[in-house]
């Protein structure tokens, strides 16, 4: 399935999207409706949580930096027409990365050096467990969605392992390693903001938002403006039109499989330098999950990532608030909407073009026939 | 009886109890797929149903009516399924995802929203659950060595849904290999449009298919939480759903090797619990976690090609259009 040609772009990309979001929401509207409670008081609730008390825009920023970086992961891969479900998985072992650097390291180098080698340990990592599922649908043909489904399994059973029994912090219940040295680390916005004379509310908003955007940017520049990006557009548009082309497609599969990891690995950074201090277990907390959702709606361009990223922001933050808030409806509210999203804007995402396209030639179809 | 036949019993024993619900969901991945539908959506499906049979037994007492509720609600989602990916001809890989993230989303909320017990519901009576079934001349059995062993610790003493997983067996075996349904129902997973060419309406049959998975996935859902538990927990499906699809796949989709790759994963389970903390000679003590990966990394391998190929239906992902 792909976009109309009949209808012009701006109701494909932008009124068709918002029209299948509006949907979610209404759905997720009545569902509260039917639970008793008001949806419209739900919304404000949401919105005040997310953007209005002090604080709030930097929560909501920290969590749309999660989503920004497994978003891009799965767009990218999207691009390839590979699906990659296994963000959860790679982010998880990419905080295995930040976690071994700064352990082996944080006591005989300096911060600012153990922070840059955490940041490139938590890409690679990441990209390992991207590298082995896109090496076995290169080469052994072995369907990368069923792959990397099991390798998020495989992830969170060797994360377990490794917490419970290999580096956990001695003498500690909780399987989390000890904190890491200060001075490692990615600072927080608001310590940032303090320095400029500027008077900030506490929030875990640190420089991986930086990171993101900047990410962000490099993503766009190398899916439509380099020779790689070319070729991965092309192997996913048409495979065989891209053997024909003489691209490499064994080789394109693995470097963005590698590249896809490496984007979700760097969930660790922001939640293990920015705001844990240590690898503690399931700090991934289904991001990975909701990169899926992020790369659906935000159509797999790095803006429409931003802001579909924003949303969800806004629902995780604003949907903390929910639980102060109410006592018949919680934040897992939150999973539900997701679950929506999903449904309207991803598996329906064509449902309403024929609607459109017959809206469309009713009003402007009879210029074209005159 | 020697201790170690005693643990061998009572592993078998826990490994029916294991491998049950994904013998039920590994047999819905079979009419799913062997149709043309990816079904990721298998744990989605059975959490839900687990919190509707839980939520219908205590409100009515009766878990034949908590059952039937339960395969309605998972029948609702495959629709909703098939109107994703079979109507509108959606991504079915995404529709799938999207159920599972609607069924943890609704479970919890709708819990919270009735029983405000933090998403579980209240535990259920004895008599509101499937019971134990005890088989006759169990006490004449016990004195046969082995055999009667066999019987009275293995084969008797399941819940009624233990041995419909059987029956669901032999039902998948029977209609996918045996009916012309089910001869359809390959083909159309194979060649759909040769089913089309031939005058059959595809659409029809891969609903017809979806709904039968959705039935047997309500029954595993049905298993979890008013059966072999007493009330629905949150996401007491446990990825579940996932290690079914993998031994959907190690079974190659044919359900009796199927359900022997469910009875291996369930086993490989049960050793784990059995294991933790024994020192093993030779090998030491084997974590308990590697127990658990064990089925998804056996299922990468065998997928890679390296036991045996495992190949898919060939029209499987792909929508169907008559414009093709």
């Not at chain 1, 459109?356 to 074209?368: C, D, F, I, Q, T």
């Not at chain 2, 059987?166 to 159309?188: C, D, E, M, S």
């Not at chain 2, 093993?280 to 974590?287: A, D, F, K, R, S």
């Amino acid at each position: 399935m792909s976009d109309s040609n009949i209808i012009p772009k701006w109701l494909s990309v932008g009124v068709i999207p918002l029209m299948n979001l509006f949907l979610a929401f209404c759905v997720s509207g009545l569902f509260i409706f039917f639970i008793g409670e008001n949806p419209f008081r739900a919304i404000s609730v949401m919105i005040k949580g997310a953007f209005y008390y002090p604080g709030a825009i930097g929560y909501t920023l920290y969590y749309t930096t999660n989503f920004i970086f497994t978003g891009l992961a799965v767009a990218l891969a999207f691009h390839a027409r590979l699906f990659n479900i296994g963000g959860e998985g790679q982010a998880y072992v990419g905080g295995l990365g930040v976690g071994l650097v700064c352990l082996v390291f944080d006591q005989y180098v300096v911060g600012f050096l153990v922070t840059i080698l955490a940041i490139l340990g938590s890409v690679i990592f990441g990209a390992i467990w991207g590298i082995i599922p896109g090496y076995l649908q290169a080469k052994r043909g072995s369907h990368i969605v069923i792959t990397t489904i099991m390798f998020n399994f495989i992830a969170a059973a060797l994360m377990v392992y490794l917490l419970v029994n290999v580096i956990i912090e001695p003498g500690q219940m909780s399987p989390e390693t000890r904190d890491f040295e200060s001075g490692v680390g990615l600072v927080q916005i608001h310590i940032l903001a303090k320095y400029l004379g500027l008077d900030m509310a506490m929030s875990p908003l640190n420089l991986s938002f930086i990171v993101a955007l900047t990410v962000s940017v490099g993503f766009w520049f190398l899916v439509w403006r380099t020779k790689f990006g070319y070729e991965v557009r092309s192997l996913g548009h048409s495979e065989t039109a891209a053997i024909y082309a003489g691209i490499k497609v064994s080789s394109t599969i693995i470097i963005v499989m590698a590249i896809s990891g490496g984007l979700a690995g760097l969930v660790a950074i922001n939640e293990l330098l920015g705001v844990h201090n240590k690898l503690l277990l399931g700090f991934t907390a289904g991001y990975g999950f909701t990169g899926i959702a992020v790369a659906l709606m935000g159509r797999n361009h790095p803006f429409g990532i931003f802001l579909a990223s924003l949303l969800f922001g806004a629902l995780y933050q604003g949907g903390t608030e929910l639980d102060f808030e109410f006592s018949s409806i919680t934040r897992e509210m939150v999973l539900l909407i997701q679950g929506l999203i999903i449904l309207f804007s991803g598996a329906l995402a064509y449902m309403l073009n024929p609607l459109v396209e017959r809206a469309y030639l009713k009003y402007y179809g009879n210029y074209s026939n005159a | 009886m020697p201790e170690s036949f005693q643990l061998i019993i009572s592993l078998l024993d826990s490994t029916i109890r294991i491998a049950t619900p994904l013998i039920f969901c590994a047999m819905a991945g079979i009419f799913s797929e062997r149709s043309g539908i990816i079904d990721i959506g298998l744990e989605g499906k059975m959490l839900l149903s687990a919190f509707v049979a839980a939520t219908a037994t205590f409100l009515t007492g009766s878990p034949i009516l908590g059952l039937f509720a339960a395969i309605l609600a998972s029948c609702s989602a495959s629709l909703i399924h098939g109107f994703a990916c079979i109507t509108n001809r959606g991504d079915q890989v995404i529709s799938g995802l999207a159920i599972n993230i609607l069924a943890s989303g609704l479970t919890i909320t709708l819990g919270i929203a009735l029983f405000s017990r933090g998403g579980q519901t209240p535990p259920l009576a004895s008599e509101q659950r499937f019971m134990p079934i005890e088989f006759p001349f169990l006490d004449q059995m016990s004195y046969v060595p082995i055999l009667g062993d066999l019987y009275v610790e293995v084969i008797s003493g399941h819940n009624i849904i233990v041995y419909l997983s059987v029956l669901a067996v032999l039902f998948t075996y029977y209609v996918i290999f045996k009916t012309r349904f089910g001869l359809r129902l390959r083909a159309v997973g194979e060649k759909p449009e040769a089913v089309d060419t031939a005058g059959i309406s595809v659409i029809k049959l891969r609903y017809q298919s979806i709904l039968i998975a959705g039935m047997l996935c309500g029954l595993a859902g049905a298993y979890l939480s008013i059966a072999h538990g007493a009330g629905f927990g949150r996401e007491m499906s446990a990825g579940k759903g996932y290690i079914a699809l993998a031994a959907m796949i190690f079974g190659k989709w044919n359900p009796i090797p199927t359900l022997f790759a469910c009875l291996l994963f369930g086993f490989l389970e049960a050793l784990g619990v059995r294991l933790e903390g024994v020192e093993l000679m030779w090998i030491g003590e084997v974590p308990v976690q590697v127990m658990q990966a064990l089925p998804y990394v056996l299922t990468v391998v065998l997928l890679a090609g390296f036991i045996g190929k495992a190949r898919a239906p060939g029209a499987i992902g792909v929508p169907y259009s008559k414009e093709g």
